[in-house]
């Protein structure tokens, strides 16, 4: 953990959090070092690393609920946080960033405005959605449906309209 405080010094107190810690991160990262922990891959391991938290509900005093530690977080820092993996995403996993993304959108209504956007913006980002769900809603024949629906004369207008051809002339919509 320790070796992780320069980086949310960063997301603290840097007036541009993001190309700053990518920066940071960029330089941090040796491949080669075999002791060094900081990667990608731990660094979103500590942010999706289960923490308990107490609350209380006037109800049920003191309950604890499971979160992320990223969830443990003030909003700012989670903003920043996710902000910066949207910046900086082609460096770490798809999966792992939208794994992060979706869990932070389960909570979606109890999040700061600004944590929910920054999440809507890295879920928009990587996640893989291929729309084939779309071809099979037929739309166009619903919209088709409503028109012709919308423009053709009930039965009993039709059928009124045929004995006297002459008793709705300014109708816009022919009866046949």
Same mark, same amino acid.
């Given at each position: ?24 991160? *960029? ?43 990223? *969830? ?39 999040? !700061? ?22 071809? !099979? ?5 619903? !919209? ?6 919308? *423009?053709?004369?009930? !039965? ?9 051809? *002459? ?10």
């Amino acid at each position: 953990m320790e070796c992780w405080v320069p980086l949310f010094d960063i997301f603290l107190n840097s007036p541009d959090p993001e190309t700053e810690a990518s920066t940071w991160l *960029q330089k941090s990262f040796n491949p080669s070092s075999k002791t060094t922990p900081i990667s990608t891959s731990s660094f979103i391991s500590l942010l999706m690393k289960p923490a308990e938290v107490n609350f209380s509900v006037s109800s049920t005093p003191n309950q604890e609920k499971r979160v992320t530690w990223i *969830q443990t977080l003030p909003d700012l820092v989670q903003t920043r946080l996710l902000s910066f993996l949207a910046y900086d995403y082609q460096r770490f996993c798809d999966k792992e960033l939208c794994r992060i993304a979706r869990i932070m959108s389960v909570e979606g209504k109890y999040l !700061d405005f600004w944590v929910k956007k920054a999440e809507e913006k890295l879920l928009d980002l990587v996640s893989v959605s291929n729309y084939r769900w779309l071809s !099979d809603l037929n739309l166009d024949s619903e !919209d088709e449906h409503v028109e012709n629906e919308c *423009q053709s004369v009930t !039965d009993w207008l039709r059928d009124v309209a045929k004995d006297n051809e *002459q008793l709705f002339s300014w109708f816009p919509i022919s009866p046949g």
